[in-house]
């Protein structure tokens, strides 16, 4: 019990560094921007999303390895470059990006995201495939999904719900919430499932067949999962790399749950919340 607290209070404390530094940067990023959201406010949402994490007790059989495999790292560099490089075509030639993306026909942009999802079985060609990684969720992670959920859309919309008439507007309309429960679950398939596979997928396993520690390993992810959203919204200048800290701190959080449960599925449905509300 006692190396467990200790491992525990490791992991905090690499989880606090990451913190700080991503305040840092959207702090930075604010003072250039100031209608963008409170920095402390999505900081310490991260903070109690971790620490809800690591306090979520599991068993010696749920703590399964995750699949391991140096070669992975190889189609997630080749879907990652195509990926870059379809984001900065559109970007330069269409102008569709997440800004824009309202601009387009919905039926296009679906045929577009089941596009780039289907990149995803190039892992077939190095003999990788989808069923080596973990697709279970139990009732017990389903429900740590489900508070990180409440938790996360509880912080950020806070303001929202101490606004009594929007709120109860919302949360008795039928329309609203269908139209929710529908979007997360298209967001779930596109990008959830795309980015979990390929990040915390493809990105982990390879760089665990390297042999490097899991904190090592959703760092370097959470980082690179961050640097691939910068076109997202269009092209940036420089002081916007700053506001990408955002798409890395929801990274980190996203590969400490996949750490924790071992398995893709309750990452993919997080996934899918995160890019609903």
Not at 83 to 94: A, M, Q, R
Not at 113 to 125: Q, R, T, Y
Not at 180 to 190: A, D, E, G, P
Request: aromatic residues 16%.
């Amino acid at each position: 019990m006692k190396n467990t607290q200790e491992i525990n209070l490791k992991a905090l404390n690499r989880d606090l560094i990451f913190i700080i530094f991503g305040y840092v940067c959207l702090y930075f990023y604010k003072m250039h921007e100031p209608s963008y959201s409170s920095p402390m406010l999505m900081s310490g949402a991260v903070a109690i999303l971790l620490i809800i994490i690591h306090i979520f007790s599991t068993s010696e059989k749920e703590n399964k390895n995750i699949y391991e495999n140096r070669k992975a790292i190889i189609p997630f560099i080749a879907i990652y470059v195509l990926l870059l490089t379809v984001i900065f075509t559109f970007n330069t030639l269409l102008k569709l990006n997440n800004l824009t993306v309202h601009n387009f026909d919905r039926s296009y942009i679906i045929l577009l995201e089941v596009c780039i999802s289907l990149a995803i079985f190039i892992c077939h060609i190095f003999k990788i495939g989808l069923k080596n990684f973990n697709w279970n969720m139990s009732i017990k992670f389903f429900t740590l999904v489900i508070i990180l959920c409440i938790v996360y859309g509880l912080i950020l919309n806070y303001n929202r719900i101490f606004d009594y008439t929007s709120y109860t507007r919302n949360i008795f309309n039928i329309a609203f919430i269908l139209d929710f429960i529908i979007k997360t679950i298209r967001m779930s398939l596109y990008p959830g499932f795309f980015e979990e596979v390929l990040f915390r997928g493809f990105l982990i396993s390879g760089l665990k067949g390297f042999g490097l520690s899991d904190d090592r390993c959703n760092v370097f992810q959470a980082i690179i999962f961050g640097v691939g959203h910068v076109m997202s919204w269009g092209m940036p200048s420089w002081i916007f790399l700053l506001a990408m800290t955002w798409q890395s701190m929801l990274g980190y959080v996203l590969g400490k749950l996949y750490f924790k449960t071992n398995s893709l599925l309750p990452c993919i449905l997080f996934h899918g919340f995160l890019n609903a509300i």
